[in-house]
C-alpha cells in the first residue's frame, strides 16, 4: 500500500468515524437524562439499548480502523493491541492508555453480557465515559488534519 492510499483510507475511515460519533452522540444526549434507577420502561431499554452498541461500535472503530490506519500511514509496524495505544498516547491523542484499556473494558462487558438487567447494568459507566470518547475523536481529528 502507498503513502497515498493509506491516507485516501485514512480519509474514508475518519467519516465513518464522523458517522459513528453523530450516532453516539444521539444516544448520548437521549440516555443522558435518564434517572439512574432499578427500573427502566421499554422506550428507555431502548435507548439504552441502542446506546450500548454504539459505543461498542466506536469504541472498535476508532482503535481498530482509525489508530492502526494512522499507524500504516506512518509506516509503523502495527504489533499489538498495547501498541497501537501506545503510539497513540504519544501522538497526544489519548492522555493515558489505562484510559483506553477501561473502555475496552466497558466495550467487552457490553458486548458479552446481554438481558435487560445488563443492558442497564453499565448505564451509569456509559453515560460517564462517552464524553472521553467524544475527546479522542476530536484529538484523533486534530491530529490526522495534517494528511487531510
Given at each position: 500500500m502507498t503513502t497515498q492510499e493509506g491516507i485516501n483510507?485514512?480519509?474514508e475511515n475518519?467519516?465513518?468515524l464522523k458517522d459513528a460519533e453523530k450516532w453516539l452522540r444521539r444516544s448520548y444526549e437521549k440516555c443522558k437524562?435518564?434517572?439512574d434507577k432499578d427500573k427502566f420502561d421499554d422506550d428507555d431499554y431502548d435507548a439504552i439499548e441502542?446506546?450500548?452498541s454504539r459505543f461498542a461500535r466506536t469504541i472498535d472503530y476508532l482503535i481498530h480502523k482509525v489508530f492502526k490506519n494512522i499507524d500504516r500511514v506512518e509506516l509503523e509496524d502495527i504489533g499489538t493491541l498495547i501498541d497501537v495505544v501506545n503510539r497513540a498516547h504519544k501522538r497526544g491523542i489519548i492522555d493515558d492508555p489505562e484510559?483506553?484499556?477501561e473502555l475496552k473494558?466497558?466495550?467487552n462487558q457490553i458486548v458479552h453480557e446481554y438481558g435487560e438487567t445488563d443492558i442497564t447494568k453499565h448505564f451509569n459507566d456509559l453515560i460517564?465515559?462517552?464524553p472521553e470518547i467524544f475527546d479522542f475523536i476530536?484529538?484523533?481529528n486534530q491530529y490526522c488534519s495534517k494528511y487531510l
Open positions: 483510507i485514512l480519509k475518519l467519516d465513518n437524562p435518564l434517572p441502542a446506546f450500548s484510559e483506553v484499556r473494558e466497558l466495550r460517564e465515559k462517552t476530536k484529538r484523533t
